[in-house]
């Protein structure tokens, strides 16, 4: 049941998907892409949550595993080659935006300077920023942050 699946989909690969190389790691690049940023809409905490990024390096995953799969068990040292670039053009610019998006919002959860200039009040960012009020610091106090 198995090999029909992965014979079936490996299939529908070859019927759709260009045969050059270079085409091919195009498509891994733009399809990765796409995928994520699908991802990032359907999920409610946007570019920050790694929801996004887990779901394309599991789909990813699961196209390389089947990849494998269907060559099992004549596994060359290309394919494993080929696997691994497959993931590295398929995962490095969505990692990218995942990781720059939580860098920044790290960036602006350490400096509370950023956060009163965002937002006078500082009680709408200090939420999402995880900034609490304390009595000790006039309301600038970081909680969970070292």
Request: glycine letters at 8%; hydrophobic letters at 45%.
């Amino acid at each position: 049941m198995m090999n029909v699946a992965i014979s079936g989909y490996e299939a529908a690969k070859d019927w759709l998907v260009p045969s050059s190389q270079d085409e091919r790691s195009l498509l891994h690049i733009h399809l990765g892409m796409g995928i994520f940023m699908a991802g990032v809409v359907f999920s409610k905490r946007w570019l920050r949550s790694g929801r996004a990024v887990l779901l394309l390096l599991t789909l990813e995953l699961l196209n390389e595993t089947a990849d494998i799969a269907s060559a099992w068990p004549d596994i060359r040292r290309w394919r494993i080659i080929d696997t691994a670039s497959d993931i590295f053009n398929t995962m490095l610019w969505p990692s990218i935006l995942w990781a720059a998006a939580n860098i920044r919002h790290g960036e602006t959860a350490r400096d509370p300077e950023d956060q009163v200039a965002e937002d006078p009040t500082g009680d709408a960012e200090a939420g999402a920023a995880g900034l609490s009020e304390s009595s000790e610091d006039g309301g600038a106090g970081l909680t969970g942050c070292s």
